[in-house]
């Protein structure tokens, strides 16, 4: 199944940076905000020679220049720091992510998370690392808590429906997928995911409709049109074998008949 992948890491780019919330989608690594956070929480530090949020700076600078581990080493002087530091906590789940280390970024994210359970960009990516997983149960609970906070994400929906297809539960994924539908009428990926599930359903002529439908909302989604591609040849095939069947039967009934026919004449 496919959903968004919500992983990014917060960094200070523009001054608007310092007004942007915890629970902002904006796709920049908010460190401006996590400054301030760390200040609040832990004042005493900033009068040291190295603050968390010198390191948090560190660490995102280090991000930037691709310098993963450097920038991981960082982010845990920060929150060796401040263990409350919610942002360092995050960041360092979205590196470990990134890098396929899930258990590890769902240990980030769990600290995190026992800190602020409404940061929405982290309830989603936690939901994403638990699935890849294959804690599905927890993911879904994860992206529900998220609609908590984002009730009217098409994005959140898909999401949820994509877990539950990949559970086996297809009424409750069908329901989701057309839940996000109804959101965001012009998002493909649920029509896609739509199609996907009904494959396992074998209704291929149904999941190629949702194909369609897809593409007629995203003609540049290459994925999606190969999936399309491929089951329309799938299907021409079938239809094939199927009509060379029947001829073949036709002509088989009609060889065993003249044989029958040429006994009783001779």
Same mark, same amino acid.
């Given at each position: 199944?496919?959903?968004?992948?919500?992983?990014?890491?917060?960094?200070?780019?523009?001054?608007?940076?310092?007004?942007?919330?915890?629970?902002?989608?904006?796709?920049?690594?908010?460190?401006?905000?996590?400054?301030?956070?760390?200040?609040?929480?832990?004042?005493?530090?900033?009068?040291?020679?190295?603050?968390?949020?010198?390191?948090?700076?560190?660490?995102?600078?280090?991000?930037?220049?691709?310098?993963?581990?450097?920038?991981?080493?960082?982010?845990?002087?920060?929150?060796?720091?401040? @263990?409350?530091?919610?942002?360092? &906590?995050? =960041?360092? #789940?979205?590196? +470990?992510?990134?890098? *396929?280390? !899930?258990?590890? /970024? $769902?240990?980030?994210?769990?600290?995190?998370?026992?800190?602020?359970?409404?940061?929405?960009?982290?309830?989603?990516?936690?939901?994403?690392?638990?699935?890849?997983?294959?804690?599905?149960?927890?993911?879904?609970?994860?992206?529900?808590?998220?609609?908590?906070?984002?009730?009217?994400?098409?994005?959140?929906?898909?999401?949820?429906?994509?877990?539950?297809?990949?559970?086996?539960?297809?009424?409750?994924?069908?329901?989701?997928?057309?839940?996000?539908?109804?959101?965001? @009428?012009?998002?493909?990926?649920? &029509?896609? =995911?739509? #199609?996907?599930? +009904?494959?396992?359903? *074998?209704? !291929?002529?149904? /999941? $190629?409709?949702?194909?369609?439908?897809?593409?007629?909302?995203?003609?540049?989604?290459?994925?999606?049109?190969?999936?399309?591609?491929?089951?329309?040849?799938?299907?021409?095939?079938?239809?094939?074998?199927?009509?060379?069947?029947?001829?073949?039967?036709?002509?088989?009934?009609g060889y065993v008949g003249f044989s029958v026919w040429r006994q009783k004449v001779d």
């Open positions: 199944m496919r959903y968004f992948y919500h992983s990014f890491v917060y960094k200070p780019s523009t001054p608007a940076a310092t007004n942007i919330s915890p629970m902002s989608r904006s796709p920049i690594l908010i460190c401006a905000t996590a400054l301030l956070l760390a200040l609040i929480l832990c004042p005493a530090a900033a009068a040291e020679n190295k603050s968390p949020m010198d390191h948090f700076q560190e660490g995102c600078n280090y991000y930037e220049l691709r310098q993963y581990t450097k920038a991981l080493a960082s982010f845990d002087q920060a929150v060796e720091l401040e @263990p409350e530091f919610l942002m360092a &906590w995050y =960041n360092r #789940g979205v590196i +470990l992510q990134e890098r *396929g280390k !899930y258990q590890d /970024a $769902l240990d980030s994210y769990d600290r995190a998370f026992a800190i602020s359970p409404h940061f929405l960009d982290l309830v989603i990516n936690r939901g994403i690392v638990q699935s890849e997983l294959d804690r599905h149960v927890e993911a879904v609970e994860s992206f529900q808590w998220a609609l908590r906070m984002s009730p009217h994400s098409a994005e959140i929906w898909n999401t949820i429906g994509s877990l539950y297809s990949d559970m086996g539960l297809i009424e409750e994924a069908m329901d989701a997928f057309e839940m996000s539908i109804s959101l965001d @009428p012009n998002y493909a990926l649920p &029509w896609d =995911n739509i #199609g996907r599930t +009904l494959i396992t359903q *074998g209704r !291929y002529e149904e /999941a $190629l409709a949702a194909f369609e439908e897809g593409l007629a909302r995203d003609p540049m989604d290459e994925e999606l049109r190969r999936r399309r591609d491929m089951l329309k040849e799938r299907l021409a095939l079938r239809e094939m074998v199927v009509r060379w069947t029947m001829i073949g039967g036709v002509v088989g009934v």
